[in-house]
């Protein structure tokens, strides 16, 4: 099982970026998923939950109202976005998807190898 990024770039301030992460491999079941980023000289930091039960979603305070987590499944991927509106200089982070997986049964926390967003002032 794999975790996948993409969508990452630069950006102006003001401007709109769309990350998508996809979670493929065999026989697994997909938990809860989340966005972290981290910047440089700081530690990572949650950015966003999806919860698999109901569809409640979580953000932190620095990006509510401006960005917004979503995920769908689609034949046998289960991909999450994170649609990020708004930008700003000190959104400039790695992003990295993060997903709680059921595989043969076990549960075990998967990171993507993220993606580099960097917003110019």
């Known amino acids: 099982v794999q975790l996948v990024e993409s969508g990452g770039g630069l950006v102006q301030t003001g401007g709109s970026l769309r990350l998508s992460c996809a979670a493929s491999g065999r026989s697994f079941k997909v938990n809860d998923m989340a966005w972290y980023r981290q910047a440089p000289g700081k530690e990572r930091e949650l950015v966003a939950q999806i919860f698999a039960g109901n569809g409640l979603t979580k953000y932190a305070d620095s990006v509510k109202g401006r960005f917004s987590i979503s995920r769908d499944n689609v034949r046998d991927t289960m991909l999450m976005f994170l649609q990020m509106d708004s930008l700003q200089p000190e959104d400039t982070a790695v992003y990295y998807c993060?997903?709680?997986?059921?595989?043969?049964?076990?549960?075990?926390?998967?990171w993507g190898q993220g993606t580099q967003v960097t917003v110019s002032s």
């Open positions: 993060y997903a709680w997986l059921f595989v043969s049964g076990y549960g075990s926390g998967y």
